[in-house]
Nanobody, 125 residues
Framework: QVQFVESGGGLVRSGGSLRLSCAAS????????IAWFRQAPGKEREGISC?????????YYSDSEKGRFTISRDNKKNTGYLQIDSLKPEDTAVYYC?????????????????WGQGTQVTVSS
């Protein structure tokens, strides 16, 4: 089955850090951009960050995320990553990765493929 497999979530205290992983299953990651989304209870799925396939350019959905979230990729390991620092209770959500193709050109979730099952991040105050 062609999809991403997310891992690395868990229960952490406010102010802590997590590094989420996003492994490509059934395909080679090198030609694809990687994007991270999250969905909190009762809220719509929202974009966080995207890293392109070609030159590794990074994009963030909002300026606030750019400061605490760091996206990266390791094509040799066929895996993408999202480092989250200074976690806040409002970061509690299921975090997903997906791909828009080779380029980070949209934040519309309908334009993304290979969604994984997500990994739960819970931040306690």
């Amino acid at each position: 089955q062609v999809q991403f497999v997310e891992s690395g979530g868990g229960l952490v205290r406010s102010g802590g850090s997590l590094r989420l992983s996003c492994a490509a299953s059934g395909f080679t990651l090198g030609s694809y951009a990687i994007a991270w989304f999250r969905q909190a209870p009762g809220k719509e799925r929202e974009g966080i960050s995207c890293i392109s396939s070609m030159d590794g350019s990074t994009y963030y959905y909002s300026d606030s995320e750019k400061g605490r979230f760091t996206i990266s990729r390791d094509n040799k390991k066929n895996t993408g990553y999202l480092q989250i620092d200074s976690l806040k209770p409002e970061d509690t959500a299921v975090y997903y990765c997906a791909t828009p193709g080779s380029y980070c050109y949209t934040w519309k979730s309908d334009e993304f493929d290979y969604w994984g099952q997500g990994t739960q991040v819970t931040v306690s105050s």
